[in-house]
């Protein structure tokens, strides 16, 4: 089975500075999908951003960007120019691209809680 | 707004009892996953139903169930409830029951006391 690991249960960032919230993985399987999801106070889940196992190229959306090390089982999200309304829970998520079963679930980290000073 | 609407937003019961939580997914979505956040547990996958049929199970309960209708809304049903099972519980949904991107709902809250 696969697990998610988020080993920093709190983080802080000054506004306008970048921060790194950090997330590794376990899988067996070579095909699947890795994703950052933002959950702020109102409790709704948001897409922040997605990475494709077989692509090289680190994904971006404007301010967010990953780095992701397939050999590592490593994919961290960077935020940069760090607003206040980036305050939020973050979760790292793992979805198998195998077909069959609940290959298709998203599995989740435990959650990095980041603040963002003023 | 994802498009996915759940119903009720909180629900505040008593131990022993039985309630529905309902999920309306995007229009021609024909999947959808529901998911429980917890503080024990975090966020875990319960169910998915695809096109009114059972598609994976993952960490649900006996006491728990869940159905898809012909138009395609699904409902969860909790029963005996503890107070355990007080939690976020999400529904999400994609188009096919495969690679597409599940759009969460924003959860109904529920309340064991």
């Known amino acids: 089975a696969q697990t998610v690991t988020q080993s920093q249960p709190e983080m802080s960032v000054q506004e306008a500075e970048t921060v790194t919230l950090s997330c590794t993985y376990d899988t067996s399987e070579s095909d699947y999908y890795l994703f950052w999801y933002k959950q702020p106070p109102s409790r709704q889940m948001i897409l922040v951003i997605r990475?494709?196992?077989?692509?090289?190229q680190n994904a971006t959306e404007n301010r967010f960007s990953v780095n992701f090390q397939k050999a590592a089982k490593s994919f961290s999200l960077k935020i940069s120019d760090s607003q206040l309304g980036d305050a939020a829970m973050y979760f790292c998520?793992?979805?198998?691209?195998?077909?069959?079963?609940?290959?298709?679930?998203?599995?989740f980290g435990k959650g990095t809680l980041l603040t963002v000073n003023p | 707004d994802s498009g996915v609407t759940q119903t009720p937003k909180h629900l505040i019961t008593a131990t022993g009892q039985r309630v529905t939580l309902r999920c309306s997914p995007r229009s021609g979505d024909l999947s959808v996953y529901w998911y429980q956040q917890s503080l024990d547990q975090g966020l875990q996958f319960l169910i998915q139903?695809?096109?009114?049929?059972?598609?994976a199970k993952g960490n649900i309960l006996e006491r728990f169930s869940a159905q898809q209708f012909p138009d395609l809304h699904s409902e969860l049903n909790l029963s005996s409830l503890e107070l355990g099972d007080s939690a976020l519980y999400f529904c999400?949904?994609?188009?096919?029951?495969?690679?597409?991107?599940?759009?969460f709902g924003p959860g109904t809250r529920l309340t064991v006391l």
């Open positions: 998520a793992y979805r198998s691209l195998r077909s069959g079963g609940s290959n298709y679930k998203l599995t």
């Open positions: 139903y695809y096109n009114g049929e059972e598609r």
């Open positions: 990475q494709e196992a077989y692509k090289q």
């Open positions: 999400a949904s994609s188009v096919t029951s495969g690679r597409d991107e599940q759009f």
